[in-house]
């Protein structure tokens, strides 16, 4: 007779063969194609159990064949949180029972507006904008202060984009669609006559820039084209301009403006004409919205009407008529008065720079998000809110689209709505016809589908998937450790987790992965893969294969693992993320899982009809690499069995103390060589011709019964099993 050894080798050398043997049985075929196309369509664990045929299947497919009539026990099990370590399935030694509830994801993945990471960033991105801003407010001015000297002309000047657009910034004037021409037509104006170019437009904006430069009308200089002082005035206005927050260095700026300015005011239409000018005096006399331009002009002129509107002191600090000039020899402000002003700005734009302080908004951000489940609710007003705290720190929208440098002013509410409510994969949607990227980023930073409503964030690689490989990984880490060494590759594991976490969050495209190595070898070695072993040209072929061509380059590699794999991102043919592919109680990676495990179990079962000592060999064989301790072994009956049979031990030690059996254990076999398939292949080797010796090749033994199910063994018995810990 043929013994059990070459029986084991005549499956296990040709392994890939002989599963696809298996897998195109007629019968195995048909059932993995059903379950194949109907998993998708289960929601709920009734839907699933009340479906036997995949019930069944996935029960066989994870060793629980046994178990399929209690489906109150296995409900239960499927139910269970894994994320809680005193849950169900966490309670049972048996660890088949954890592993076939992570194969579903029953209480579904998470809706959220935004998950941990994709707040992060945005957060992280908007406290750096500020940051951003003040470096190129510097870099804009030290450009301008440097190359300015070296204008000779007013066509030097024009020609230089970078100049030209600080000057424009500085006066408030559009960097698009003021034209090179009116510019020099402006600069080249005789000030002095009344029906120069300038003076025609009767704009103050348009005379000041004039005032700024030392033009001719030919346009040349004959000297400097602009003084210390010019310089000043137009850098100082440049930083007003440019700057969106309360800073020291924004402040300083205002009150140089301020003081250049002043000084040559003579009207107060004059004055009200320089939105810079009217936004220093709202600070100064603590002016809000409410009071518009037109009351801030009237009380300028008007002690009565300043007295009955509450803006005496405004009034005061200015010497204008009633008309709104300035009588003879007067000036707008006294010494004394600009003293005061400024004085009075200071203190108050003090309270703005405190005020201004990221970290306020940070907080409500992070508080507000959470609870967002619409956009109706993203886009809701500080105002509207119950914390009147909250009523001065910018909204939700505005933080958000100044994350991705987009001007809050620049976007009405109703079209972040219609942002948010596209689809950045349809390349006919509204936010790509946008036609800008900073768009495309702040839509993909959120999670709203097409009715603005939260929905699960779509990643590369689904959250619950994240878990499951963060689990292997570390599992696979720490598998054998003990004491410092636990301690220290747990940390080690920590630490790679969290990388994963953070940067699968972020990852939008297969290429991107595989650019990153040490994304690449957690994922590998999450499979119990060695990352040494894989080329990154093999890994590119594998990803770039369809998952349902049993004839593409991954399905035809001999470890279905690297199949496994890639079906775990969320990645369309293309390389890019896709919602298609992600699967609803199971994901695509964890269906060809099953898929796979069924075919293994049903060649097992196989070869068990011919010689129960095959199937235990080749069962040894798919559990060994998982195998962390001696308490595995006792509370695995068919691994059990394979031990006492390698080492010739009577069933009877079963009756001893758990500890003494796993010490016992221990004495015969190093639990770390079960990572060595060679090591592996000696065990199988002892183990076979043992069992040849004591049953003779093709009997059967009590390990028939354990793995096929034919012995009833009710859910309470097994359950009592179950409870068996490993201390």
């Given at each position: 007779m043929v013994s059990t050894y070459v029986s084991y080798l005549t499956v296990a050398r040709n392994l890939n063969a002989s599963l696809s043997n298996v897998a195109s049985q007629a019968t195995v075929a048909r059932d993995s194609a059903y379950y194949k196309e109907n998993i998708d369509k289960v929601t709920t664990v009734d839907e699933f159990m009340s479906d036997y045929k995949l019930y069944s299947y996935a029960m066989k497919a994870y060793g629980l064949e046994d178990m399929t009539y209690a489906k109150a026990f296995m409900k239960k099990v499927l139910e269970s949180d894994l994320s809680d370590s005193s849950s169900f399935a966490n309670s049972l030694s048996d660890t088949r029972y954890a592993e076939f509830a992570a194969a579903f994801k029953f209480a579904g993945e998470t809706k959220t507006a935004q998950s941990d990471v994709q707040r992060d960033n945005l957060l992280d991105a908007y406290e750096e904008s500020f940051d951003t801003e003040a470096g190129d407010i510097a870099d804009a001015t030290d450009y301008f202060e440097d190359n300015i000297s070296s204008i000779t002309s007013v066509d030097d000047l024009l020609s230089s984009s970078k100049l030209k657009n600080y000057v424009l910034t500085a006066f408030g004037l559009s960097t698009e669609y003021t034209s090179s021409s009116f510019l020099k037509s402006v600069l080249t104006s005789d000030l002095d006559e009344t029906d120069s170019f300038v003076n025609q437009l009767d704009d103050e904006v348009y005379v000041n820039l004039s005032k700024a430069f030392n033009f001719n009308e030919d346009g040349l200089t004959d000297g400097d084209v602009m003084s210390e002082d010019q310089i000043s005035l137009v850098t100082s206005a440049y930083a007003v301009a440019s700057a969106t927050i309360a800073s020291s260095e924004t402040g300083e700026a205002y009150d140089t403006y301020f003081a250049a300015q002043i000084g040559n005011i003579t009207s107060v239409d004059e004055l009200m004409s320089d939105d810079k000018l009217v936004s220093y005096l709202r600070t100064a006399y603590g002016l809000t919205d409410s009071e518009t331009d037109n009351f801030i002009s009237a009380a300028l002129k008007s002690a009565d009407i300043a007295d009955a509107i509450g803006l005496s002191e405004l009034h005061d600090a200015f010497n204008f008529d009633e008309d709104g000039a300035l009588a003879d020899g007067d000036t707008a402000q006294t010494s004394e008065q600009t003293a005061a002003t400024t004085a009075a700005f200071d203190e108050n734009y003090e309270v703005l720079i405190a005020n201004t302080d990221t970290e306020d908004a940070v907080d409500n951000y992070t508080t507000r998000i959470a609870s967002v489940t619409s956009i109706d609710d993203f886009l809701v007003s500080n105002d509207d809110d119950d914390d009147d705290d909250n009523d001065d720190l910018p909204e939700l929208w505005e933080m958000a689209l100044r994350a991705y440098d987009i001007d809050p002013d620049s976007v009405s509410r109703s079209e972040v709505r219609k942002i948010l409510e596209s689809d950045p994969s349809d390349s006919k949607s509204y936010v790509n016809s946008l036609d800008d990227d900073r768009f495309v980023a702040f839509r993909k930073a959120f999670n709203f589908d097409d009715n603005g409503d939260v929905t699960v964030p779509l990643q590369a690689m689904s959250e619950s998937v994240v878990d499951d490989y963060a689990t292997y990984y570390k599992q696979n880490k720490i598998r054998y450790l003990e004491g410092d060494?636990?301690?220290?590759?747990?940390?080690?594991?920590?630490e790679g987790i969290t990388y994963f976490r953070e940067q699968m969050a972020t990852i939008t495209t297969a290429s991107e992965f595989l650019a990153d190595d040490?994304?690449?070898?957690?994922?590998?070695?999450?499979?119990?893969?060695?990352?040494?072993?894989?080329?990154?040209?093999?890994?590119?072929?594998?990803?770039?294969?369809?998952?349902?061509?049993?004839?593409?380059?991954?399905?035809?590699?001999?470890?279905?693992?690297?199949?496994?794999?890639?079906?775990?991102?969320?990645?369309?043919?293309?390389?890019?993320?896709?919602?298609?592919?992600?699967?609803?109680?199971?994901?695509?990676?964890?269906?060809?899982?099953?898929?796979?495990?069924?075919?293994?179990?049903?060649?097992?079962?196989?070869?068990?009809?011919?010689?129960?000592?095959?199937?235990?060999?080749l069962y040894f064989q798919r559990k060994a690499p998982e195998i962390s301790s001696a308490y595995d072994i006792l509370g695995d009956s068919a691994l059990f069995e394979f031990f006492t049979t390698s080492f010739n031990l009577s069933s009877y030690v079963s009756n001893m103390d758990v500890d003494k059996q796993a010490e016992m254990i221990d004495n015969f076999i190093d639990i770390e060589d079960l990572s060595d398939p060679d090591k592996v292949d000696d065990l199988i080797k002892r183990f076979t011709a043992m069992y040849d010796m004591a049953n003779g090749t093709g009997t059967t033994s009590t390990a028939l019964s354990i793995l096929t199910g034919s012995a009833t063994i009710s859910a309470d018995t097994l359950l009592a099993m179950a409870q068996l810990k490993s201390g």
């Open positions: 060494e636990m301690t220290e590759a747990t940390d080690a594991a920590d040490r994304l690449v070898s957690f994922v590998l070695e999450a499979k119990g893969l060695d990352p040494d072993d894989v080329t990154s040209d093999a890994l590119e072929e594998m990803f770039a294969s369809d998952l349902d061509d049993e004839d593409s380059y991954v399905n035809k590699l001999d470890d279905n693992r690297f199949a496994e794999l890639v079906g775990a991102f969320n990645f369309d043919q293309d390389g890019n993320i896709s919602a298609e592919p992600t699967g609803t109680v199971q994901q695509r990676g964890d269906v060809l899982e099953t898929i796979d495990a069924y075919v293994r179990l049903t060649l097992e079962d196989d070869q068990g009809d011919s010689n129960t000592g095959v199937r235990l060999a």
